[in-house]
T-cell receptor, first 112, second 113 residues
Framework: DTAVSQTPKYLVTQMGNDKSIKCEQN?????MYWYKQDSKKFLKIMFS???????INETVPNRFSPKSPDKAHLNLHINSLELGDSAVYFC???????????FGEGSWLTVV | SQELEQSPQSLIVQEGKNLTINCTSS?????LYWYKQKYGEGLIFLMM?????EEKSHEKITAKLDEKKQQSSLHITASQPSHAGIYLC?????????????FGKGTLLTVNP
C-alpha cells in the first residue's frame, strides 16, 4: 500500500487553466506538506498543514491554494496556470513535527 | 535563512568503490535527513539524524552528523548500480510549529558496472 499517494502523476495543461493535485496519506500522520521541485531539481517547501490548519505558507503566489478537508488529505489547487508553474510537486506527511517526513511519488505538471 | 551546501554536485564511480557525499549547513540543525531520488520517481527516505555525533547505517549506507550539528556525511560502501540516483540532504533548522525542511541541491551519483 502506498503511504503517501498523489494524483495525477502527470499533468499537461494550457496556460490560464485551473488544475488540482490531490494527496492522501494512510499513515495516520497529523502534518502534511507540499513541496515544489523546479527544473534544476531544487526542492522547496510551499505549505505545511497540521491537523487541517495552515502552519507554514512560504512565499507562494495566491494562485496556489491548498485545501485540507481532513487530516489524511491535502489538495493543491492552482488557478490561472503559468509557464513557470511547470515543476514536480511533492506531497509529504509526518507524525508531529520533528519526525520523519515521508514523500509521495510526485506530480509532474507541465504548462504549455 | 537556512542554507545547505552539498558536495560534490555529481559523482561517477566504478561499481564496488566507496564514496562519500557531504552536506554542510550555515546554521546548527534540529534534524538532518537524507533522501534518495531516482529519475522520474519520488523521494525515498534513507535516514534521519538529530543528535550531535550520531551515526546510522542501513545496508551499505552510513550517515553521520558532526558534534556541532552543522555537517553530515553519507558514505556508501562497495557501491552498486542500484545506488545510482540523486541524494538530497534536508535540514530542519528548528522544531516546533515552524518545522520544515530546507533541501540542498542534491548530488547526482552514477555507478558504472
Amino acid at each position: 500500500d502506498t503511504a503517501v499517494s498523489q494524483t495525477p502523476k502527470y499533468l499537461v495543461t494550457q496556460m490560464g487553466n485551473d488544475k488540482s493535485i490531490k494527496c492522501e496519506q494512510n499513515l495516520g500522520h497529523d502534518t502534511m506538506y507540499w513541496y515544489k521541485q523546479d527544473s534544476k531539481k531544487f526542492l522547496k517547501i510551499m505549505f505545511s498543514y497540521n491537523n487541517k490548519e495552515l502552519i507554514i505558507n512560504e512565499t507562494v503566489p495566491n494562485r496556489f491554494s491548498p485545501k485540507s478537508p481532513d487530516k489524511a488529505h491535502l489538495n493543491l489547487h492552482i488557478n490561472s496556470l503559468e509557464l513557470g508553474d511547470s515543476a514536480v510537486y511533492f506531497c509529504a506527511s509526518s507524525q508531529n513535527r520533528g519526525n520523519t517526513i515521508y514523500f509521495g511519488e510526485g506530480s509532474w505538471l507541465t504548462v504549455v | 535563512s537556512q542554507e545547505l551546501e552539498q558536495s560534490p554536485q555529481s559523482l561517477i564511480v566504478q561499481e564496488g568503490k566507496n564514496l562519500t557525499i557531504n552536506c554542510t549547513s550555515s546554521k546548527t540543525l534540529y534534524g538532518l535527513y537524507w533522501y534518495k531520488q531516482k529519475y522520474g520517481e519520488g523521494l525515498i527516505f534513507l535516514m534521519m539524524l538529530q543528535k550531535g555525533g550520531e551515526e546510522k547505517s542501513h545496508e551499505k549506507i552510513t550517515a553521520k552528523l558532526d558534534e556541532k550539528k552543522q555537517q553530515s556525511s553519507l558514505h556508501i560502501t562497495a557501491s552498486q548500480p542500484s545506488h545510482a540516483g540523486i541524494y538530497l540532504c534536508g535540514a530542519a533548522p528548528s522544531g516546533g510549529s515552524n518545522y520544515k525542511l530546507t533541501f540542498g541541491k542534491g548530488t547526482l551519483l552514477t555507478v558504472n558496472p
